[in-house]
């Protein structure tokens, strides 16, 4: 029977597909939101945690958030922090060791490659506030290029940007 990975506003959970019944792998680390194994399907699993509630009442400003890792067993095995801040952490992608990852909050992709980490503005860095001008959300290759989704939260409509690999 197949199971799910689900990640909540609480926790990671294991869903199974024939029961229903769901078993909690990770919580405490604020807000879970996207998972990825990298393109081949292989460990270790790699899952955003923003590491702060939207109910918090500490500011946003100083959200910190990890990549959390697990390993074929589905049990914590590391984490993945940025040396700059990565707020309103959303989904996490993995293709040819490089893992890309979108901050809301900053209109940024945090990226990791041969273990050294970019701020990458798709659009160019924000000046002043807001800086989530465009909510930079989902991610997905298409026909070899990075997708980007931009909900333009103050720019409507949404759009769907593409980038070349790997110039960007």
Do not use: K
Request: proline fraction near 7%; charged fraction near 25%.
């Amino acid at each position: 029977m197949t199971s799910w990975l689900v990640t909540t506003s609480r926790s990671l959970l294991l869903v199974d597909g024939g029961s229903g019944e769901a078993r909690v792998l990770h919580e405490g680390a604020g807000l879970y939101f996207g998972l990825s194994f990298d393109e081949r399907g292989g460990f270790p699993l790699r899952v955003a945690a923003r590491g702060r509630m939207v109910s918090s009442p500490d500011p946003a400003e100083e959200e910190r958030g990890r990549i959390l890792l697990f390993d074929e067993g589905l049990r914590p095995c590391g984490e993945l922090r940025a040396p700059f801040p990565m707020r309103d952490l959303h989904q996490v992608l993995v293709r040819d060791g490089t893992l890309w990852a979108t901050c809301s909050f900053d209109n940024m992709v945090a990226v990791l490659r041969d273990g050294a980490w970019d701020a990458w503005y798709p659009l160019g860095e924000p000046e002043g506030e807001p800086r989530d001008l465009n909510h930079f959300n989902t991610l997905a290759w298409i026909d070899g290029r990075l997708a980007i989704v931009a909900h333009n939260r103050h720019l409507p409509p949404s759009e769907i940007l593409l980038f070349d690999w790997p110039s960007r």
